[in-house]
């Protein structure tokens, strides 16, 4: 909770020196905080129901425990990702709804903002789409504990992904590598795509109505999530392959 | 007085080999490091070229806008050489290791063995970091030769330099007795998860880990000229604002008089509580 309050300091600071984050993307202050609401409710989801139990999966492969899990006659993959919740994540996501309620109301004062019946469901849709794509991201992490004896650095690398997510993609559409990471990161591991779209609904930065490209994308999250799904399912069944039990 | 160089000595070379157990592991999280880098050299680009742009005079191709002094260039080199900050200053784990033998009895050791135990603590901590160092001098080196362009002074002056990197060893002995310090309150709280997580986010926005200290605004309440007076600024800000050469003439002797002075105290310190806390201590658990 305290580390999303002081990534919101640090954009309250920014915003002091500059309207607008990429020139004409549409991103100035309060769609912005939109967008950062968006990201700590897919966060707060994926550390409440998956965070634990992924850290928790590469401690069983250390030990040689996962033995017992995959002598179960229910699947493996079922049984490791959902066994505990961890409740004192869930905060988080309840500021991000705050701030997202904040946020648009500040919003509709300064311009219009349209909304339809759809508008909520479409973006809980979509949230669901984060979550289920940031899942298979971490179960694909988690799996490589399997090849490298341990992976400490699990929340490190969690991390370290989700950079990657928590800004608009505008600010990579700029240059040859920001290009290649842009495509790396919506059409390899769709990341980019499913933070984005959910805030592009309500925050709309661009105006109304959307433009095509942006329809297109929301198409292209709900196939990025069922493909790295599919992925996180693949890589996880083959790192199972390699799974030498330890010490028992 | 040999027989002690002797047992650091051993300490030594122990911690060096616990640290290359898990090498793959290791190698990645280096790597890893310089990802939050990338994002955060794309988010201030976005930011200067909206900078830039509002100015009449721009030029079009490189954003040239500045924010509190400090151009694109400025920026992204600032970020850059924080990590290198934070690689001799950030000690992950040290805190709760010594909270936790203190808790578990581990400790007791420390009151039977002829050992010292910052000592022996500090010993493995620059192994560790050798190590660390060792293997992550290659990267480093390879993204700071992809990046010098950000450098737009080039390199500082000698005494700069020079003092740039006496700040980096006084800053990893700054992280280091500052976190023994709160690792030892746990003779009196004996759990100091959340006293490490205050620090850890005092630290992570006051070091200016997050983003130069010359952004923090000065109302309501000056916090710029608050975090002149305490230690934090040493652990990142002040070796990457001396390579910037934002901190100038006597500025930079009077910096590293102050953070040799910060230093001190906390060595002090630290031995006061642990003379005082093992006083104290009980010895609970096995």
Redesign the interface.
Known sequence: M??AG?NW??FK??Y????????D?GWHEHEFFIFLGTIWIINSLIQTLFMANAAEFSELIRTGNLDFALLKPIDTQFLISFPRINWSQLPNGILGVMLIAHSLSELMQEREIYFSVFSLPAFLFFIGCGAVVMYSVMICLASTSI???????LY??W???T??Y??PM???Q??GV?MA?WGTFTFVVPILVVSNIPARILAQPLGTPWKSWEWGLAAYAIIGSIWSLMASRWVFKRALKSYRSASS | MLESAVIWWTFFKISINERLI?R??FM??TL??F??T??QI??W???Y???S??EPNNTGAEPDGN??GYKYGDMVAYYLLVIISRAFSSMPGLTGGIANQIRNGEVKKFLIQPVDMQGCLLMQRIAHKLVYYLIATLPFALVFFLCRDFFIEGWPPPDALAVFFASLILSFLLGFYLECCIGLIGFWFLEVTSLT?IYM?MN??LSGH??PLE???AEPFNIRQLVEYLPFKYLAYFPAAVFLGKIEGPELYRGLLAEIGWVVFFIVLSRILWHRGIKRYSGYGG
């Open positions: 305290a580390w002081m300091g640090l600071i920014i002091r020196h500059t309207g607008e984050i990429g020139l993307s090849w490298f004896g341990r992976n400490q650095n490190n690398f991390f370290y992904i950079n990657f928590r800004y505008e600010i990579y700029r240059s920001g990471l | 898990y793959a592991d990645l999280g890893m490091r990802l939050p990338l994002t794309f988010l680009w976005a930011i070229d909206v900078i742009n509002n924010i509190a997580f986010l992570f926005l997050m983003f952004l923090l605004p």
